[in-house]
């Protein structure tokens, strides 16, 4: 093998490498951006818009030599711009884009280290022809990126099995928060690129040969690097989890006290209904006395205020549901008590994907809210006026 075809060699190698990474990107990103009732036609558009993107990109880097770190912005900020195509927020999109790179990069960096003890090992000897050299470096170089490519995936695999396990909705803090140790990890390996080989005139400094000890320090720390994501991941996960358990006990603390209001309510409303059965027997009693004595204009006039006493138990707002008939109903009338005036616009939507019990927590708390700032203010300026819409 002469010089050409070791050239040849290396320039393949290196593109099916390019064609590779970006299999894996767009394999990276697939589950985060694919419906399960998504048309496959839209799906292969864009897992082919993640590939090609990484593609062209690192192709025209091998053409031009742009700095590989500026390469890599140029992918990212492509591909945030693409964010609502691929169906995915933009902070998503960078976080799982700068994820992808710092274990690419890591991946490189260890296997430096391995490559450099290989040519080690392969140094050349006396007897030794141009063309075996040549043959050597070239195995040498593709031994190395198929061990790259084999750590990379396992590295990915991980992250991804890991990223899966929980959807996370990142803002702006979050994402600072999530891509501050991959950060580092990809300025720790582009600046360890940079002192690897020192080229100074006809004087080249190599680090592994300057400090051998380097040659075990950099592959643990990017292994540290990489062990810190995982870490950080399951971290943000956990503080999801504690958030979400959070919540969901104060809506059931919520529940719980709506429930307690409605069992008071209830055990006023049987209080009021025996304290009338026992009214109601006076009341026959009088009206058959009035009957007997020949008092009927009496009876007729005791009726009427016998009516006006049954309007208490009166539902005078109609919502369209039972349920939040009572809930308005009754805030109504402690509205009334405190002096406040109160209206009411509102009506049940007429939709199944609401759940009568959700509706009427969300209009106790409302108006309980209402209430109590109805409070604070003076006499005279207080109202509620509760109004409801639905929008598709």
């Not at 402690?334 to 199944?352: H, L, R, T, V, W």
């Amino acid at each position: 093998m002469n010089e050409a075809d070791y050239s040849l060699v290396v320039n393949i190698t290196i593109k099916i490498e390019v064609l590779l990474f970006a299999v894996f990107m767009a394999a990276f990103f697939y589950p985060f951006m694919i419906g399960r009732k998504e048309q496959w036609k839209s799906r292969l558009k864009k897992v082919l818009m993640v590939f090609l993107t990484y593609t062209v990109m690192y192709f025209v880097n091998m053409t031009t030599s742009i700095y590989g770190w500026l390469c890599m912005i140029i992918v990212l900020v492509l591909l945030a711009a693409m964010s609502k195509i691929l169906d995915m927020d933009r902070e998503y999109v960078l976080f799982l884009g700068v994820i992808f790179f710092c274990i690419k990069n890591l991946s490189v960096l260890i296997m430096r280290s391995i490559s450099y003890f290989l040519e080690k090992r392969l140094e050349h000897k006396a007897e030794m022809t141009v063309e075996i050299i040549f043959c050597n470096a070239a195995l040498n170089f593709v031994f190395v990126v198929v061990l790259q490519i084999i750590l990379f995936s396992v590295m990915l695999y991980a992250a991804a099995r890991l990223l899966k396990k929980k959807a996370m909705k990142l803002h702006i803090k979050e994402l600072c928060f999530l891509l501050l140790i991959p950060m580092n990890g990809i300025l720790f390996v582009n600046i360890i690129f940079n002192i690897l080989l020192i080229v100074n005139g006809n004087l080249v400094i190599q680090l592994y040969e300057q400090f051998p000890v380097f040659l075990g320090i950099v592959p643990v720390a990017a292994i540290l690097f990489y062990a810190g994501i995982l870490i950080t991941i399951v971290s943000y996960q956990k503080i999801i989890g504690l958030q979400e358990e959070k919540e969901k006990y104060f809506v059931e603390q919520h529940q719980v006290h709506a429930m307690q209001e409605r069992m008071e309510e209830v055990e006023q409303f049987y209080h009021g209904i025996c304290q009338m059965k026992h009214e109601m027997k006076n009341h026959l009693t009088n009206i058959k006395g009035l009957a007997r004595n020949g008092n009927y204009g009496d009876i007729e006039q005791y009726i009427d205020q016998m009516d006006e006493g049954m309007n208490v138990f009166e539902l005078t707002i109609k919502t369209g549901n039972t349920v939040t008939d009572v809930i308005v109903n009754d805030k109504r009338k402690a509205a009334e008590n405190q002096g406040i005036q109160f209206q009411s616009a509102f009506s049940y939507p007429k939709s199944d994907g609401y759940h009568a019990y959700d509706i009427g927590i969300i209009i106790s708390n409302l108006l309980q809210n209402a209430l109590e700032a109805c409070e604070k203010m003076a006499e005279g300026k207080r109202y509620i006026y509760l109004s409801g819409r639905q929008k598709k």
